[in-house]
């Protein structure tokens, strides 16, 4: 379709407004391949906003392109379970069949491959998006395959069906999961009791929210409440970035209605009217069966205005897709770009409970928070108090992956200990767990008798596991990468110091450290945790602090040299000169160390 016909009607049917910019952007990348220059101004045209600004958008997201990527656009998830399974191998094998380069376009313009952050399928990894759409369970004879569809020029919806199903893999339940909650239920429960009653019951219960820094959400619900507001929000993060993590994935496939009933029970307690479901946008495919489930809360009345007939009880929620950046699940950015922005996070305080979205009193709460609080809404705060431990109530959701035999999602009430963990999920011979994703701590085995609460090993979920035979310090490069990658670059501790350490990484792993050089990854990272802006840049060096202080010999059997050696090949560098000049003796070269 020509160009400005498809922007007008993706535009004009939703008002032309600017806060949707990301989303417009998605609807043209999706359809075109890339953001194309006069996409742009168009844009900028009915949006009443500046090229400029838009460009500065496109540039921030990952899926987002101003240049055309191939028809088929592939890419790798390159999580560090992705790559224990073998994603770099299958990465090689399809660029050889392909005879493509990652990264580049084929000439002709058919298939670009190339690598993307972890896509929360580690539990039936590798895995891979094509065109946005989930690929699990990579090998050798599925790679092959796709090679031909590539070359066939088959469409996508052509393919296999089986290549594109994303299992749920629940494999421990507990009071969350197995609990019946009839869609509506929750909502009548706070239309009799009132708000006022539930939110009690909900600061009663002790609820902290699922999604990492475990803020009581009773609180937040009141701060939110009590705000001075022209209109209220409400927001699901489901953004679920971390590496290691996929437990949203699974409660929107199979639990949307729940977590929509949570949402619309926290709307009719602060008394917000609107409501957005902020989609990661690896998870594309839930998306039209979540709008399918909306759809049938509007059709029963559970969204919309006057819910279950109750005057005045107004409340829909929107889906909004993200585009490839971890930073977008921090809270702030996560409003910066459900307005349409580049997703830098804000100063805060103020804080979203009274500055949110649009500026108004915004909560924002985890997938499994709503859905937590839709079933203490309908059962009570006992439900909650009746398990987990004196300052951790209820249970907790884990996504477990890595070297274990039944990967999944396993439900814990809290205090479950990580051997019993690991006994669960079939791990053996268990060097360390890295909990809570790249962000988070690496665990010894000495430490195995620890318990996962608040008050002991926090975590927002992921639980990767790594037997004796791993090389951790894989693990520690991988995620240095990654933060290299998603750092948003606003702050300079953040920018310089993950690109910095993730150079000093792969010089250890490289054999060219010396003490020196762990010497300045300690007080990089340092410097990071005091001084960054945000989560990200303080939480990037916790395991490489971990791993130098609890498995220090990953360091220091590769440090050949005592002192400093540069990073790159300084007698090498000089071969030029010395070709130009004719020397080759002992004085043109550099004196190394033996
Ligand atoms: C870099 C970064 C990424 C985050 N990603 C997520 C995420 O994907 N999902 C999430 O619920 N919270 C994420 N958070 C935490 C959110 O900022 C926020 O605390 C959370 O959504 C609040 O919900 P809760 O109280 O229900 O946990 C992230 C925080 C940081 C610093
Ligand atoms: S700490 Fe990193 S991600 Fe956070 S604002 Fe600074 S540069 Fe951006």
């Given at each position: 379709?020509d160009i ?6 993706i535009t004009a049917?939703t008002?032309?407004?600017?806060d949707?910019?990301?989303q ?6 999706y359809?075109y ?8 101004q168009?844009l900028?045209?009915k949006?009443s ?5 838009i460009?500065g958008?496109v540039?921030?997201y ?10 088929y ?5 390159n999580n560090?379970?992705d ?9 090689d ?20 491959v190339?690598?993307t952050?972890c896509t929360g399928?580690?539990?039936?990894g590798?895995a891979m ?13 599925r790679?092959?395959?796709i ?6 020029q ?9 290549y594109?199903q994303?299992?749920d893999n629940?494999?421990r ?6 609990s019946?909650?009839e ?7 706070l239309?009799e009791?009132?708000?006022?009653t539930v939110?009690q019951q909900?600061?009663?219960s ?6 990492g ?6 609180m937040k619900w009141?701060f ?8 209220r ?7 679920e970035?971390?590496?290691g ?5 699974v ?7 729940r977590v929509?009933?949570g949402m619309t ?20 495919y ?5 709008e399918?489930?909306l ?6 009345g559970?969204?919309g ?5 109750k ?12 585009a490839g950046a971890?930073?977008c ?12 922005k580049r997703g830098?996070p804000?100063?805060?305080p103020?804080f979203?409970?009274?500055h ?5 009193p ?11 609080a839709?079933q203490i ?5 006992e439900?909650?108090q009746?398990c987990?431990?004196?300052f951790?109530t209820g249970?907790k959701?884990l996504?477990i992956s890595?070297d274990c035999?039944r990967?999944g999602?396993?439900?814990?009430p809290?205090?479950?200990s990580?051997?019993?963990?690991l006994e669960?999920?079939g ?16 665990i ?8 996962v609460?608040f008050?002991d090993l ?7 596991v ?10 520690v490069?991988?995620f ?9 670059g606003?702050c300079t501790?953040?920018?310089?110091g993950?690109s910095?350490m993730?150079d000093l990484?792969d010089?250890v792993?490289?054999?060219h ?6 010497e300045?990854?300690r ?5 990071m945790q ?5 989560g990200?840049g303080t939480?990037?060096?916790?395991s490489?602090?971990?791993?130098l202080k609890?498995?220090?010999h990953?360091?220091q059997?590769?440090?050949k040299?005592?002192?400093?050696e540069?990073?790159f ?8 000169a ?14 190394t160390?033996?």
């Amino acid at each position: 379709m020509d160009i400005d016909k498809f922007i007008s009607s993706i535009t004009a049917s939703t008002g032309n407004h600017p806060d949707r910019l990301l989303q417009y952007l998605n609807e043209i990348q999706y359809q075109y391949s890339y953001i194309s220059q006069p996409a742009i101004q168009l844009l900028a045209d009915k949006l009443s906003l500046s090229e400029a600004h838009i460009r500065g958008v496109v540039g921030f997201y990952s899926f987002l392109h101003d240049k055309p990527r191939g028809s088929y656009d592939i890419l790798f998830s390159n999580n560090i379970t992705d790559q224990m399974a073998g994603n770099r191998e299958l990465l090689d094998s399809l660029c050889n069949k392909l005879n493509v380069t990652p990264g580049i376009p084929r000439r002709d313009g058919r298939v670009t491959v190339d690598t993307t952050s972890c896509t929360g399928m580690c539990d039936q990894g590798p895995a891979m998006l094509v065109n946005g759409w989930a690929v699990t369970r990579l090998d050798e004879n599925r790679i092959d395959a796709i090679a031909k569809l590539v070359e066939s020029q088959t469409a996508i919806e052509q393919w296999p069906a089986e290549y594109f199903q994303v299992k749920d893999n629940i494999q421990r339940q507990d009071i969350l999961l197995l609990s019946k909650v009839e869609n509506g239920s929750a909502l009548k429960s706070l239309i009799e009791h009132g708000a006022e009653t539930v939110l009690q019951q909900i600061e009663l219960s002790d609820l902290r929210g699922r999604g990492g820094a475990g803020f009581k959400t009773g609180m937040k619900w009141r701060f939110c409440k009590h705000a001075e507001a022209e209109q209220r929000f409400v927001v699901c993060n489901a953004d679920e970035g971390e590496p290691g993590t996929f437990k949203d994935r699974v409660l929107l496939n199979s639990y949307a209605d729940r977590v929509f009933e949570g949402m619309t029970v926290c709307a009719g307690i602060v008394g917000a009217t609107q409501g957005f479901l902020y989609l990661r946008a690896e998870y594309r495919y839930l998306r039209k069966p979540l709008e399918e489930v909306l759809q049938k809360r509007r059709d029963a009345g559970l969204l919309g205005d006057n819910i279950l007939d109750k005057n005045g009880f107004n409340f829909d929620i929107e889906i909004h897709m993200g585009a490839g950046a971890y930073i977008c699940g921090e809270e702030t950015s996560l409003i910066e770009s459900l307005e349409g922005k580049r997703g830098i996070p804000r100063k805060r305080p103020p804080f979203p409970v009274t500055h949110g979205y649009q500026n108004q009193p915004t909560v924002v709460n985890n997938v499994e928070t709503f859905m937590a609080a839709a079933q203490i809404t309908l059962h009570g705060s006992e439900c909650f108090q009746c398990c987990g431990t004196e300052f951790s109530t209820g249970t907790k959701l884990l996504s477990i992956s890595g070297d274990c035999e039944r990967p999944g999602i396993y439900e814990y009430p809290f205090g479950v200990s990580i051997q019993q963990i690991l006994e669960d999920c079939g791990a053996n011979d268990t060097q360390a767990i890295q909990l809570s994703g790249a962000a988070g701590s690496t665990i010894p085995a000495d430490d195995f008798g620890h318990a996962v609460s608040f008050e002991d090993l926090a975590t927002g979920g992921s639980f990767m596991v790594f037997n004796k035979q791993r090389d951790l310090l894989d693990m520690v490069r991988n995620f240095s990468h990654f933060f290299a990658h998603e750092s948003c670059g606003f702050c300079t501790p953040c920018r310089v110091g993950c690109s910095l350490m993730q150079d000093l990484l792969d010089k250890v792993d490289s054999g060219h450290a010396s003490e020196y050089d762990l010497e300045e990854i300690r007080k990089i990272a340092q410097l990071m945790q005091a001084t960054s802006h945000c989560g990200l840049g303080t939480s990037a060096p916790i395991s490489v602090l971990d791993t130098l202080k609890k498995f220090p010999h990953i360091y220091q059997q590769r440090l050949k040299h005592s002192s400093y050696e540069p990073a790159f090949d300084l007698d090498a560098a000089l071969q030029d000169a010395r070709d130009i000049t004719g020397r080759n003796d002992a004085g043109a070269h550099i004196g190394t160390e033996s």
